[in-house]
């Protein structure tokens, strides 16, 4: 058997294939997926999701979400997918200094709600800028 993998966000089914194995950034640390696995839901965090397809592997920035793995099957439910080719690095760039900017300036006792949020912006900005970074060099 192979593994599917899809991924989904709220927008629109990202990808959906058959794929060797799947990597994905858990709220523990990486998970590695291959066919055959237990089943499991685990919570994701922002960062790289990879898969491997004909031989080559294929890097995807992700934000927080839900993996759900069966024995040949992976749902990835996430509120952003992008490959390197998606992300412009200039915008991304200045939503995490935004960010940065307003988490500055807000108290963190009264406001835990918008601290987590923004905290959330600043991460899923870092994934993003990671993935694009590595793939100019």
Do not use: C, W
Request: charged share 25%; no cysteine; hydrophobic share 40%.
């Amino acid at each position: 058997m192979a593994l599917h993998l899809e991924i989904v966000t709220p927008e629109k089914k990202i990808f959906s294939d058959t794929v060797g194995n799947v990597y994905l950034p858990g709220a523990d640390g990486e998970l590695g997926i291959l066919d055959g696995h237990a089943a499991l839901v685990t919570a994701l965090q922002p960062g790289e999701l990879r898969y491997e397809k004909n031989g080559q592997t294929v890097s995807m920035a992700i934000g927080t979400g839900f993996a759900e793995v069966t024995e040949h099957r992976v749902n990835v439910l996430t509120d952003l997918a992008a490959d390197a080719d998606q992300i412009d690095e200039a915008k991304v760039e200045a939503a995490m200094k935004r960010a940065e900017e307003q988490l500055a300036g807000i108290s963190h006792d009264n406001d835990a709600e918008e601290v987590a949020h923004l905290q959330a912006i600043i991460a899923k900005s870092m994934a993003q800028l990671r993935l694009k970074r590595r793939n100019h060099n």
